[in-house]
């Protein structure tokens, strides 16, 4: 994993900030900007701990109650979801829906990551009720060089 991402981040170059999933060992074997964190993982102050002040911290939240908890740690963003029904995970959370990312909204002022079933037919109502950037999977890896340039195009 860590070769891979040595690759991607010189595919990438530094204009793509790469964040690692779960994996704080990771995230710092492989020089990468940041860490990302579910509820499942290590928490916030935990993973803070590990990365230092320096790298960004994402946490994920599936219910107002998470979100207040991590808005109140030192995570740099939180993300919210699943917003829609989604692939990716074998057993996803409850749909949150886009009231649910626009309740979040209203609970913290950090960044805002709806996550979840996002696609580019979606993304617009998403990022609308209050999210300030898209995590998406499934929609970029059918085409992910089209499917990325038109996620641009719709939310540059």
């Given amino acids: 994993m860590v070769e891979d991402v040595l690759e991607l981040k010189h595919r990438a170059g530094r ?14 074997a492989a020089g990468c900007d940041g860490l990302h964190v579910g ?8 993973a803070r701990h590990v990365i230092g002040q320096n790298l960004w911290l994402g946490v994920s939240t ?9 808005d109140a740690t030192s995570a740099d963003y939180i993300a919210i979801g699943p917003v829609f029904v989604t692939s990716s995970k074998e057993r996803p959370d409850p749909v949150v829906g886009v009231e649910g990312v626009r309740r979040a909204r209203q609970l913290t ?4 990551v709806a ?12 990022m609308a009720a209050g999210a300030d950037a898209v995590a998406v ?16 195009r719709i939310l540059g």
């Fill in 15 to 28: 204009a793509v900030r790469l964040i690692m999933n779960d994996r704080a060992d990771l995230c710092l």
């Fill in 137 to 152: 999977i499934s929609d970029l890896v059918r085409d992910p060089r089209k499917s990325a340039e038109e996620f641009f």
């Fill in 109 to 112: 002022r950090k960044p805002l």
């Fill in 62 to 70: 599936h219910n107002p109650e998470q979100l207040k908890e991590a």
């Fill in 115 to 126: 996550i979840g079933g996002i696609t580019r037919a979606n993304a617009p109502e998403v």
């Fill in 39 to 46: 509820q499942e993982d290590l928490s916030p102050p935990g």
